[in-house]
């Protein structure tokens, strides 16, 4: 059974020129990345305050459209009471009707400020949607951008760590092992010629790896990289036998690192397609599918005639093609509704984008008008309402 004695090396590994280290390289990257991370982060941020500002108007919109319903039983109320007053006034002229006209003109105001404040409130999401989904495709833009400059950092590090591992080098040591009893003058001479070798290149790996830029992550891959140099030239420059057994040998050894790129990459931790710059599969699709931008929802006018109290709003979206739609009927009283929103009594002229309309036109104790339209130009409705038979 052998036995071996302490290890005693000696001497430097003498470093070649490595030229074209990519360290100015990756600093430039990682300065561009983190100004882009940021950027990103801050698209994030607007993106979701835009979000919420938007939660916001749509919650102000379901509670505007809760009070339409109370609004419009208000509006009916009112007529209903200056029909059956206007009836009396054919039996009797002398009977008053300035009180039910003005609580019916009230609560037609009240409608039509409503309808007014109603389209408002669609003009505000409208733009709300609309920045959004500009922020949206600015923010995933942003993080694509970064995913790419990230991608391209890990392949120049792997390019830097390939460059620090290309050398040349030597290792000038003395080493000595214990010959064994059973073994004989060569094969101890050889074993120790070959020993010297192997603590060449272990020394020559060690200090290697611990010059490389980012040697702490180097060392935890290192053992499953297998990256190891290799002996081009070793000269024994002294040998013999000393002591009880002892062999030495004084080698100078020339050695040399043929790394490639996969095991650069392999001693960063880094997969294949990380080292390559490849995007993660999520932004790669996203990048090849850019975020296309949200509609704005149909807007419709508040009514500009309604009522001579109703307020009016101009429309936000300045320049948008608009037509003339025009409202008649055979009856007084009645009321117009459009996509559900009230716009007052025929006759009634009101500019509206083009589009799909559902139109209504409704009367106590008649039958309601209802037609869908598609509005591609000016035109003209004439309802017909019937009177209802007395049960």
């Not at 749509?58 to 339409?68: H, I, M, P, R, Y």
């Not at 309808?115 to 923010?139: C, F, H, V």
């Amino acid at each position: 059974m052998s036995h071996k004695v302490p290890v005693f090396v000696f001497g430097a590994l003498l470093w070649a020129a490595l030229g074209g280290v990519a360290a100015s390289e990756v600093a430039t990257l990682q300065k561009t990345i983190d100004g882009k991370a940021a950027e990103a982060e801050q698209a994030r941020t607007a993106l979701a305050n835009a979000e919420q500002a938007l939660a916001r108007l749509e919650a102000e919109q379901q509670a505007l459209e809760a009070a339409t319903d109370e609004l419009a039983a208000e509006r009916d109320a009112a007529l209903a009471a200056l029909q059956a007053q206007f009836e009396r006034v054919v039996a009797d002229p002398d009977t008053p009707l300035q009180a039910e006209l003005q609580a019916y003109r009230a609560a037609a105001a009240a409608q039509a400020r409503h309808g007014s404040t109603l389209t408002a409130q669609q003009e505000q999401i409208a733009a709300a949607r609309t920045q959004l989904s500009a922020l949206r495709t600015e923010a995933e833009t942003a993080a694509i951008d970064l995913a790419k400059l990230r991608a391209g950092l890990d392949r120049a590090r792997a390019q830097r760590l390939l460059r620090e591992l290309s050398v040349d080098g030597e290792q000038r040591l003395t080493n000595a092992i214990s010959c064994a009893m059973d073994e004989t003058i060569a094969d101890c001479m050889a074993r120790g010629e070959q020993t010297a070798r192997r603590v060449a290149r272990n020394r020559f790996a060690q200090d290697m790896f611990a010059q490389v830029t980012e040697a702490e992550v180097v060392a935890k891959h290192q053992v499953a990289a297998g990256v190891e140099p290799q002996v081009v030239e070793s000269t024994i420059t002294d040998s013999g036998f000393r002591g009880q057994g002892e062999y030495f040998v004084t080698m100078t050894a020339s050695l040399r690192t043929e790394a490639t790129f996969t095991d650069a990459c392999r001693l960063l931790g880094l997969s294949e397609a990380e080292c390559q710059g490849e995007l993660p599969p999520d932004r790669a699709a996203a990048a090849a599918s850019p975020v296309p931008a949200t509609p704005p929802p149909e807007v419709v006018d508040a009514p500009d005639d309604a009522d001579p109290d109703a307020e009016t709003v101009e429309s936000a979206a300045a320049g948008e093609e608009r037509y003339q739609l025009t409202v008649r009927s055979n009856v007084y009283y009645d009321e117009v509704f459009i996509d559900g929103v009230p716009y007052g009594s025929t006759k009634l002229d009101v500019m509206l984008p083009p589009g799909e309309y559902d139109i209504e036109v409704r009367k106590p104790g008649h039958t309601a008008y209802r037609e869908r339209i598609e509005l591609n130009g000016s035109r003209t409705l004439r309802a017909q309402l019937a009177e209802l038979a007395e049960p």
